[in-house]
């Protein structure tokens, strides 16, 4: 069974930065997941949750949502299984619940997603 558990998450005020954590548990090594980080924002269901960033295996390859380019940076330790968000020069709109994925192929859905990190922007 696969577990993912993100923590960081709180309430900021506009302009600050804030790290978010996912740590992966499971029967491969951390090194055979592409893992992302997903956001849920107020009012929105949770199928709406919109890709913030995501990362390969090897973390060459990241991909950012264009809101967010310049700002936040994805990056893993597979010796620490464990994937980052660093989010940096944050914004009221970026408030929402956070929510870290992974999945064992490069294409597909995302099959293993955490409970979610809430983090709030005040203006």
């Known amino acids: 069974q696969v577990q993912v558990e993100e923590s960081g998450g709180g309430l900021v005020q506009a302009g600050d930065s804030v790290m978010l954590s996912c740590v992966v548990s499971?029967?491969?090594?951390?090194?055979?997941?592409?893992m992302g980080w997903f956001r849920q924002v107020p009012g929105k269901e949770r199928e709406e949750r919109e890709c913030?960033?995501?990362?390969?295996?090897?973390?060459?390859?990241?991909y950012y949502v264009d809101s967010v380019k310049g700002r936040f940076t994805i990056s893993r330790d597979n010796a620490k299984n464990t994937v980052y968000l660093q989010m940096n020069s944050l914004k009221p709109e970026d408030t929402a619940l956070y929510y870290c994925?992974?999945?064992?192929?490069?294409?597909?859905?995302?099959?293993?997603w955490g409970q979610g990190t809430q983090v709030t922007v005040s203006s």
């Open positions: 994925a992974a999945k064992l192929s490069l294409v597909g859905s995302y099959r293993y």
């Open positions: 913030v960033a995501t990362i390969n295996y090897s973390g060459d390859t990241t």
């Open positions: 499971g029967r491969r090594t951390f090194d055979k997941y592409a």
